[in-house]
């Protein structure tokens, strides 16, 4: 008989926390239990990439009457109704939440509905006052969105909040400049909404290639967009009195989530018009404010130190390339280690801590050419190094072609597209690939395994393009646009 209660205790059902406790279950046959405060399926599944995607796809509905039209269909505008969709969307996660449980259930895996936490390297507390032992713990919690730390700050929402609002604004402004503000500025103006989007740097996108956040930008403007960059608030307040806010979304509210693994957020306004006072000058009213300013990791108030866990900035948790924290017992992965905060990597991580603590086969983390896509409209899709970043390693050429698609051309619509290759003047290899397109992601995920597997231009350039296509432009840049 065991000293332990289990083999593996997992800390959150999320993505990576669930794949890592059935696969360690139902193909080793380890004892596993899962505990879980809020929804199986983590972020991803209900709070983000998911939900996100449902609205994405909501939203491109926008332009189609317009579309069908220049191609001959006798179609009339409608109008987007939210409460609809959200009670569909809000269906396909309670559908997704049971089957993540189901699966649980199947491999064997004991679940808990309980916030966890380390009473010491081999010992979890639970909410419901229950104590659990295990050989090996594994720390799953995911992150969560902050607030900046303005006055204010809790007149706004994050984007946990938007599946969950009653009502959209007609107008809102959006703060930051990353992947979820730029998201979030394209669904919301799709569905209707009048949005502002101000961000503090020079350009949205940071870390990204220069040529790919330029042509997003631009595309973001010309749909309608208020970008602002080189801005941010100085200051913020529910507005009262001498504003006349519109009646249909005076009323506005959204239900919070005001804890998650010991972080308490501030509750936002009740949804009533925001005075935002901006660094460019602007002094304006509207309905709402969406904060997309960052995330944080989720181990506040879990024990994690007093076990002897290291956590690192922003307490992230330090883990080692095997996922193992200082605790030779406790491992960590996701967006709580705060490396590389994508859910298939998580996925991945959760894998690679099976195969190296259940299966016997030592297998590092694997964070080299990750492909990825943000889904703002246009999608981007990339993969490998930017422009910038091979310039500052090695010599390099630029292969890169910009034009509007057939599909969209034929509409009369200005639309463009970008593919971009950098490639190794030395090695031939392809060091990194871009491409700014609707369906991006759907693209790049293709090229991602040639890129992986190390091809050079003279492979893409073999390969036979399929015409008509946005895509064949891959295989068909012949001279580079620039070296250096």
């Known amino acids: 008989m065991s000293e332990f209660d289990y083999d593996l205790f997992v800390i959150g059902g999320g993505s990576g926390g669930v794949r890592a406790a059935r696969v360690a279950a139902g193909e080793t046959g380890a004892r596993v239990a899962l505990a879980e405060e809020s929804r199986y399926g983590g972020t991803c599944v209900i709070?983000?990439?998911?939900?996100?995607?449902?609205?994405?796809?909501?939203?491109?509905?926008?332009?189609?009457?317009?579309?069908?039209?220049?191609?001959?269909?006798?179609?009339?505008?409608?109008?987007?109704?939210?409460?609809?969709?959200?009670?569909?969307?809000?269906?396909?996660?309670?559908?997704?939440?049971?089957?993540?449980?189901?699966?649980?259930?199947?491999?064997?895996?004991?679940?808990?509905?309980?916030?966890?936490?380390?009473?010491?390297?081999?010992?979890?507390?639970?909410?419901?006052?229950?104590?659990?032992?295990?050989?090996?713990?594994?720390?799953?919690?995911?992150?969560?969105?902050?607030?900046?730390?303005?006055?204010?700050?809790?007149?706004?929402?994050?984007?946990?909040?938007?599946?969950?609002?009653?009502?959209?604004?007609?107008?809102?402004?959006?703060?930051?400049?990353?992947?979820?503000?730029?998201?979030?500025?394209?669904?919301?103006?799709?569905?209707?909404?009048?949005?502002?989007?101000?961000?503090?740097?020079?350009?949205?996108?940071?870390?990204?290639?220069?040529?790919?956040?330029?042509?997003?930008?631009?595309?973001?403007?010309?749909?309608?967009?208020?970008?602002?960059?080189?801005?941010?608030?100085?200051?913020?307040?529910?507005?009262?009195?001498?504003?006349?806010?519109?009646?249909?979304?005076?009323?506005?509210?959204?239900?919070?989530?005001?804890?998650r693994y010991g972080k308490s957020e501030p509750e936002p306004g009740p949804g009533v018009p925001v005075r935002i006072k901006g660094t460019n000058g602007q002094d304006r009213v509207f309905d709402m404010v969406l904060f997309a300013t960052g995330r944080a990791p989720n181990t506040e108030d879990m024990g994690l130190e007093e076990a002897g866990v290291t956590l690192g900035r922003r307490g992230a948790i330090e883990v080692d390339e095997y996922s193992q924290t200082s605790v030779p017992s406790i491992y960590a992965i996701g967006d709580v280690t705060d490396r590389l905060n994508l859910t298939p990597v998580a996925i991945r991580e959760g894998m690679q801590f099976v195969e190296t603590v259940f299966k016997g086969n030592p297998t590092p983390v694997d964070h080299d050419l990750v492909p990825s896509a943000i889904f703002t409209q246009p999608e981007f899709g990339t993969i490998g190094l930017t422009e910038e970043e091979a310039r500052d390693i090695e010599p390099i050429e630029v292969y890169s072609t910009s034009f509007r698609p057939m599909n969209t051309a034929f509409a009369g619509r200005p639309d463009r597209v970008m593919m971009k290759l950098i490639v190794s003047k030395e090695t031939r290899k392809v060091l990194g690939c871009h491409i700014v397109a609707p369906g991006a992601g759907e693209m790049i995920q293709l090229a991602g395994i040639a890129v992986k597997m190390g091809a050079t231009k003279e492979d893409f350039d073999r390969t036979v393009a399929v015409h008509p296509t946005m895509a064949e432009e891959m295989v068909t840049m012949r001279q580079p646009a620039r070296s250096g």
Request: charged share 25%; proline share 4%; net charge negative.
């Open 47 to 259: 709070r983000g990439c998911v939900p996100k995607k449902l609205m994405v796809f909501a939203s491109e509905f926008a332009h189609m009457p317009d579309a069908a039209r220049c191609y001959g269909w006798d179609i009339q505008d409608g109008a987007f109704d939210w409460k609809t969709f959200r009670g569909h969307l809000h269906e396909e996660l309670d559908r997704l939440e049971a089957v993540y449980r189901k699966m649980l259930k199947a491999s064997g895996v004991e679940t808990f509905d309980a916030r966890a936490r380390l009473r010491d390297p081999h010992t979890v507390e639970l909410s419901t006052g229950e104590v659990k032992t295990a050989k090996h713990i594994l720390v799953a919690t995911g992150g969560r969105p902050v607030r900046p730390e303005v006055p204010g700050a809790s007149c706004g929402i994050v984007s946990d909040d938007i599946f969950d609002l009653e009502d959209l604004p007609k107008t809102i402004l959006i703060i930051g400049g990353g992947y979820i503000a730029c998201e979030f500025a394209c669904i919301l103006n799709g569905l209707g909404v009048e949005v502002t989007q101000y961000y503090r740097g020079a350009q949205i996108l940071r870390g990204f290639d220069e040529e790919a956040r330029g042509l997003i930008a631009d595309a973001m403007k010309e749909s309608g967009i208020d970008l602002h960059t080189g801005t941010n608030i100085a200051s913020m307040e529910t507005a009262t009195g001498d504003e006349d806010p519109d009646e249909d979304t005076a009323h506005m509210s959204g239900p919070i989530e005001a804890t």
